[in-house]
């Protein structure tokens, strides 16, 4: 592509796909977050677990 040829279609095509792309990305960001969220609240149930039996070693029934 080179800039001499645009045209005011090509330019318009090229915003339109830029917001599109836009939206795209908007949309991952949303999902990373959201998984991100999880394994934060995964992590700290691991962490209360693992809390726990390190508390009960050496402990007999």
């Known amino acids: 592509m080179t800039a001499g040829s645009s045209t005011v279609?090509?330019?318009?095509?090229?915003a339109r796909?830029?917001?599109e792309l836009?939206?795209?990305v908007s949309?991952?960001?949303s999902g990373v977050k959201e998984h991100a969220?999880?394994?934060t609240t995964?992590?700290?149930q691991i962490e209360d677990r693992d809390?726990?039996?390190?508390g009960s070693?050496?402990?007999t029934s």
């Open 27 to 29: 949309e991952l960001v």
């Open 22 to 24: 836009l939206g795209h």
């Open 51 to 54: 809390r726990r039996a390190a």
């Open 42 to 44: 995964l992590a700290v």
């Open 9 to 14: 279609a090509s330019i318009r095509e090229g």
């Open 37 to 39: 969220g999880k394994v």
């Open 17 to 19: 796909a830029a917001n």
């Open 57 to 59: 070693l050496g402990r």
